[in-house]
């Protein structure tokens, strides 16, 4: 894939584009929208993107609140700001695309290939290559919802610094995924946090502030930008290698005992599992001892769902 040419924008200054993807069955004609802020010095250049997956849409809004709040004098260097990737998943209230297909497992794409491949080409070739670190803003998936947390490479110490730098609750060292974003950026050298809070189809104002703050608190880190309302961070935030999820044993209907956030002991009881009428209920105790990081919001469940998320503490399961 060619490099493309940079943007030549004039310092201090604020530019939307609207890139063309495709056209729906009706010619309609979708585009990737994007705002670029350019600073008043050269600097690094930082790409923020939500609604990879088209139902996720705390981050749009952290997007949003950050663009309103940057003050474009204060700006080192840029930021790419691309609010809604996946348009169609979007406009659908979706995960996917039309044809199903996952974007976050289509790339680097193909400019040929399926609608997933060409937008995530697209994507690669207009934001990611004219990059130098990204922030990739997601949330809980399939009527879960997670806390807020960090997943990234912490074996790459430029990521890890800056995955500190943003202070969530959680950190996660997650290996990248065949066909990711994170993964065909890393392929690239490019640093990329990868956020998840809160609920699909839900605006969480937790999520929504923590994930605002962390990104100040990331572009201070990169020099880009004073940060005196969001100064580092006092928060430990919890480090785990090794995540694990409760699953049921039994079918039935759930009732969850913890929250998120919240530490539990090996062999505590997080949950029941009873049938309609509370009768013969299974008590949940989980296998591990950690933190509470995500959960289903399903009360109906069948045996072997994921219940309950836990980021292991070391000791317990974890690498140390």
């Known amino acids: 894939m060619t490099p493309p040419e940079p943007f030549t924008f004039t310092p201090?200054?604020?530019?939307?584009?609207?890139?063309?993807?495709?056209?729906?069955?009706?010619?309609?004609?979708?585009?990737?929208?994007?705002e670029i802020r350019h600073g008043t010095e050269p600097g690094p250049t930082l790409w923020l993107s939500a609604a990879l997956h088209g139902d996720e849409l705390n981050g749009v809004e952290i997007i949003r609140q950050v663009l309103q709040r940057l003050q474009p004098t204060q700006l080192r260097g840029t930021i790419i700001a691309v609010p809604i990737v996946n348009i169609f998943g979007f406009?659908?209230?979706?995960?996917?695309?039309?044809?199903?297909?996952?974007?976050?497992?289509?790339?680097?794409?193909?400019?040929?290939?399926?609608?997933?491949?060409?937008?995530?080409?697209?994507?690669?070739a207009e934001i990611v290559q004219r990059?130098?670190?990204?922030?990739?803003?997601?949330?809980?998936?399939?009527?879960?919802?997670?806390?807020?947390q960090i997943r990234a490479n912490l074996e790459d110490p430029t990521t890890a610094t800056l995955a500190q730098a943003f202070a969530p609750p959680a950190i996660i060292?997650?290996?990248?995924?065949?066909?990711?974003?994170?993964?065909?950026?890393?392929?690239?050298?490019?640093?990329?946090?990868?956020?998840?809070?809160?609920?699909?189809?839900?605006?969480?104002?937790?999520?929504?502030?923590?994930?605002?703050?962390?990104?100040?608190?990331?572009?201070?880190?990169?020099a880009m930008y004073p940060s005196p309302e969001y100064p580092p961070s006092n928060l430990i935030s919890l480090e785990a290698r090794t995540t694990k999820w409760v699953r049921a044993s039994r079918s039935g209907l759930f009732r969850?005992?913890?929250?998120?956030?919240?530490?539990?002991?090996?062999?505590?009881v997080v949950g029941i599992i009873a049938d309609a009428?509370?009768?013969?209920?299974?008590?949940?105790?989980?296998?591990?001892?950690?933190?509470?990081?995500?959960?289903?919001?399903?009360?109906?469940?069948?045996?072997?769902?994921?219940?309950?998320?836990?980021?292991?503490?070391?000791?317990e399961g974890a690498n140390p």
Request: glycine fraction near 8%; charge should be positive.
């Open 173 to 222: 060292h997650a290996n990248t995924r065949d066909g990711s974003l994170r993964e065909a950026a890393a392929q690239q050298g490019i640093p990329v946090l990868l956020y998840e809070a809160g609920e699909a189809m839900r605006f969480n104002d937790t999520a929504i502030q923590v994930g605002i703050a962390g990104i100040f608190r990331v572009m201070a880190a990169l």
């Open 91 to 124: 406009i659908e209230q979706s995960r996917y695309l039309p044809d199903r297909r996952d974007l976050n497992r289509s790339f680097p794409g193909s400019a040929h290939g399926s609608l997933a491949s060409r937008l995530a080409h697209l994507f690669m």
């Open 277 to 315: 009428f509370g009768e013969q209920p299974y008590l949940v105790r989980s296998a591990y001892k950690g933190v509470v990081i995500g959960y289903t919001q399903k009360p109906l469940v069948n045996q072997g769902d994921a219940l309950i998320h836990l980021a292991l503490i070391a000791g």
């Open 12 to 34: 201090h200054s604020q530019h939307r584009l609207a890139i063309p993807i495709a056209r729906l069955p009706t010619q309609t004609e979708l585009s990737l929208a994007i």
């Open 256 to 268: 969850l005992h913890v929250a998120l956030g919240v530490q539990v002991q090996k062999r505590q």
């Open 131 to 148: 990059s130098t670190h990204g922030i990739d803003l997601h949330t809980a998936s399939d009527h879960r919802i997670n806390w807020p």
